[in-house]
């Protein structure tokens, strides 16, 4: 089991820190903006490129979260972060890599789940959670 440190960065520095383990299925992609491609009758490609950010996509998989902390972090997430509206920082994690490399810090992350919690949370056993965590940062 690990403590995970999550920390709201806008306008407080509200945390939360479940106890939990990270799994495999944890993931994350890229996604780059403002860029489009056509292929022309003649087989040529055309891109347009406008520049725009790379947002990183990623999930992390919680398990064996105790009900007290499935709870409190689904609250947090209702409540302190407002789904989208504050941003939040994810804390290193010991030999996991979420989209910055092993070890590494995210800041400036967003809730990417949406306006709603379905799928976040599911019950293993009696009293124990598995969160499904989408979040989404800028490169």
Not at 27 to 47: H, Y
Not at 52 to 64: A, D, E, R, S, Y
Request: proline fraction near 4%; charge should be negative.
């Amino acid at each position: 089991m690990i403590t995970l440190t999550l920390t709201q960065s806008d306008g407080g520095t509200t945390a939360i820190t479940p106890s939990c383990n990270i799994v495999f299925g944890t993931l994350w992609e890229d996604e780059t903006i403002n860029q489009f491609e056509m292929r022309t009758v003649d087989g040529a490609d055309v891109i347009y490129d406008g520049g725009g950010p790379i947002i990183c996509h990623g999930n992390m998989i919680l398990k064996n979260l105790s009900y007290t902390d499935g709870i409190a972090l689904i609250g947090w997430v209702r409540s302190t972060i407002i789904f989208a509206y504050n941003r939040f920082t994810i804390g290193a994690v010991a030999n996991t890599d979420l989209g910055k490399g092993k070890n590494t810090q995210i800041t400036n992350c967003r809730w990417d789940g949406g306006p709603s919690m379905k799928g976040l949370a599911a019950y293993d056993a009696p009293g124990i959670y598995t969160i499904n965590f989408p979040y989404r940062f800028t490169r």
